[in-house]
């Protein structure tokens, strides 16, 4: 969601149709089934500023394919109510376009994200696909963490062990120590 790493901006059209291409549904049928629940949920019609269909793109290398994107739309579905029905792959910049229903289904309004949760939408996306990291995301170390805690609880303690029986010199597990107990605390929200 960071502009310069995945934009994404307004779409009232289905995407344009490459030779990699995938679509549970059309732009339309999608419009018609958010109007439905639009109504259903705020008993208003949707308004002409609600941004409900919006198109995410960003860069992916040659690797990835339409299944990788699929993989990737099933997990934000679960974990940003967010729901992709078309997606494409442009080879000729290296693009992949996937076009989501910004609704959600328990108020029937847009969904919103704040800064932060739009930087770890970022990563989350980054990380899941394994792509690599843009220079703009140098900086987003804590939101890196976050993921990594998120996945496992005990990743921190797991850093700690591994780098204990390896037994590296005094300063350097001291210092893993030290930087290990400050992610963990930073990942539970007790430091800044």
Not at 19 to 26: A, L
Not at 52 to 79: Q, Y
Not at 163 to 173: G, L, S
Request: aromatic letters at 14%; glycine letters at 2%; one cysteine or more.
């Amino acid at each position: 969601m960071y502009k310069g790493v995945i934009n994404f901006t307004r779409r009232v059209r289905d995407l344009d149709r490459t030779p990699e291409y995938w679509q549970s549904e059309s732009y339309n049928e999608r419009i018609t089934i958010i109007e439905a629940v639009v109504m259903d949920k705020t008993k208003y019609p949707p308004t002409k500023k609600l941004q409900s269909v919006r198109e995410g793109i960003f860069k992916v290398p040659p690797r990835i394919t339409i299944e990788d994107l699929l993989d990737l739309s099933k997990a934000l579905c679960s974990w940003y109510k967010i729901e992709c029905f078309q997606i494409a792959i442009n080879r000729k910049d290296n693009t992949a376009h996937m076009l989501f229903d910004w609704i959600d289904r328990e108020t029937g309004k847009s969904v919103y994200y704040n800064t932060s949760e739009s930087l770890l939408l970022t990563v989350f996306v980054l990380r899941f696909l394994n792509l690599p990291k843009p220079e703009i995301t140098r900086t987003w170390i804590r939101y890196y963490l976050l993921w990594d805690y998120n996945e496992k609880q005990n990743a921190f303690k797991m850093l700690l062990d591994y780098v204990k029986h390896t037994r590296p010199p005094e300063f350097i597990y001291r210092l893993t120590c030290e930087l290990t107990t400050y992610g963990e605390l930073l990942c539970k929200g007790l430091v800044k």
